[in-house]
């Protein structure tokens, strides 16, 4: 019989369930042993995140955060807002099978995306809520209409997804503000790195707002937000906030991505005076590409996203649910 393998990082193999962020995981080891299938919890290899193809063995592996490929081989992932997966073959976040995809607003139904888009924001933005943890004393004083830069940490350098590095881009929103103050906050996990790119900066003269504030405090004053491929974008969508990009992502359709240095001030102005349809974009995204581990057709919906991978009921040996 098929077995289907879960690869989690190590720290998480004795504790995570009931991990808000591993929520995925149990849940799909439940449904499918409940249902009669032969699941295993295995240390994800180091192997399993540098981008390399993997050997077919019949099984089906679910990898944590992987980086890899091959037929049998799946990839999960928080998809930038908490309660929202990648899982898919190709890989995840900036490699996931989304960035095939372009938005379309004719897709979507305006109500439903409204009242989506809402839900959302109650649950995030009016909570002041995001991934990682926030500052939850008052907000301190920012400047209005800021250009709001989110750093990402290492990884993403790493693994190549950034078309220029963290003191260049940082160096590029200062050059071309226009007048606008820009704020910056390095990423929670990673503040040195960050932090080294800021310094940087400012050696050259330019001025720069350091800020470890709330993520939602710095978008209820920003005019537009700028990062690698953050989540931050989408918790910008949240406040109508058009998103910049400087690196390859999935979602690239609903924001202005800079290839060099010398696209930026046209993506600004671009990003700036364009239409954007959030609610939509919102909807689109997380309702086409993800699963909502809180969604009542979860079941249903992972069921045939391993259907497509080539793992339907019966190779998995499912009983009827």
């Given at each position: 019989?098929?077995?289907?393998?879960?690869h989690l990082a190590?720290?998480?193999?004795?504790?995570?369930?009931?991990?808000?962020?591993?929520?995925?995981?149990?849940?799909?080891?439940?449904?499918?042993?409940?249902?009669?299938?032969?699941?295993?919890?295995?240390?994800?290899?180091?192997?399993?995140?540098?981008?390399?193809?993997?050997?077919?063995?019949?099984?089906?592996?679910?990898?944590?955060?992987?980086?890899?490929?091959?037929?049998?081989?799946?990839?999960?992932?928080?998809?930038?807002?908490?309660?929202?997966?990648?899982?898919?073959?190709?890989?995840?976040?900036?490699?996931?099978?989304?960035?095939?995809?372009?938005?379309?607003?004719?897709?979507?139904?305006?109500?439903?995306?409204?009242?989506?888009?809402?839900?959302?924001?109650?649950?995030?933005?009016q909570a002041r809520?995001?991934?990682?943890?926030?500052?939850?004393?008052?907000?301190?004083?920012?400047?209005?209409?800021?250009?709001?830069?989110?750093?990402?940490?290492?990884?993403?350098?790493?693994?190549?997804?950034?078309?220029?590095?963290?003191?260049?881009?940082l160096r590029l929103?200062?050059?071309?503000?226009?007048?606008?103050?820009?704020?910056?906050?390095?990423?929670?996990?990673?503040?040195?790195?960050?932090?080294?790119?800021?310094?940087?900066?400012?050696?050259?003269?330019?001025?720069?707002?350091?800020?470890?504030?709330?993520?939602?405090?710095?978008?209820?004053?920003?005019?537009?937000?700028?990062?690698?491929?953050?989540?931050?974008?989408?918790?910008?969508?949240?406040?109508?906030?058009?998103?910049?990009?400087?690196?390859?992502?999935?979602?690239?359709?609903?924001?202005?991505?800079?290839?060099?240095?010398?696209?930026?001030?046209?993506?600004?102005?671009?990003?700036?005076?364009?239409?954007?349809?959030?609610?939509?974009?919102?909807?689109?995204?997380?309702?086409?590409?993800?699963?909502?581990?809180?969604?009542?057709?979860?079941?249903?919906?992972?069921?045939?996203?391993?259907?497509?991978?080539?793992?339907?009921?019966?190779?998995?040996?499912?009983?009827?649910?």
């Open positions: 019989m098929t077995e289907v393998v879960l190590r720290p998480d193999l004795a504790a995570y369930r009931g991990k808000p962020g591993r929520a995925l995981y149990p849940m799909v080891h439940d449904l499918l042993q409940d249902r009669g299938a032969r699941v295993r919890v295995v240390a994800r290899s180091n192997a399993l995140m540098k981008g390399r193809p993997v050997d077919p063995d019949g099984d089906l592996h679910i990898v944590e955060t992987g980086w890899c490929y091959g037929r049998g081989w799946m990839s999960a992932a928080t998809a930038y807002l908490e309660g929202f997966w990648h899982l898919g073959e190709e890989g995840v976040l900036a490699n996931s099978p989304a960035r095939h995809d372009i938005f379309d607003p004719g897709q979507v139904s305006q109500g439903a995306a409204q009242d989506f888009a809402q839900t959302l924001r109650a649950r995030f933005s809520r995001s991934r990682y943890r926030q500052q939850r004393r008052a907000p301190e004083t920012l400047p209005k209409e800021a250009i709001a830069v989110f750093l990402q940490g290492p990884t993403t350098y790493r693994r190549e997804q950034a078309f220029v590095s963290a003191a260049q881009m929103v200062a050059e071309h503000a226009g007048g606008r103050p820009v704020v910056v906050k390095a990423h929670p996990l990673t503040p040195e790195f960050g932090r080294a790119a800021i310094a940087k900066v400012r050696a050259k003269g330019f001025d720069l707002i350091e800020t470890e504030a709330n993520v939602h405090d710095i978008l209820a004053q920003a005019a537009v937000t700028v990062s690698v491929n953050s989540a931050v974008a989408f918790e910008g969508f949240l406040h109508d906030l058009p998103a910049i990009l400087f690196g390859r992502s999935d979602f690239h359709s609903l924001s202005e991505t800079v290839l060099e240095a010398a696209d930026y001030p046209q993506a600004l102005t671009r990003a700036l005076t364009r239409t954007w349809d959030f609610p939509a974009m919102l909807y689109w995204y997380f309702n086409r590409h993800t699963l909502a581990t809180e969604a009542s057709d979860f079941n249903e919906r992972l069921l045939a996203q391993l259907a497509r991978a080539g793992f339907d009921a019966a190779r998995l040996g499912l009983r009827a649910g």
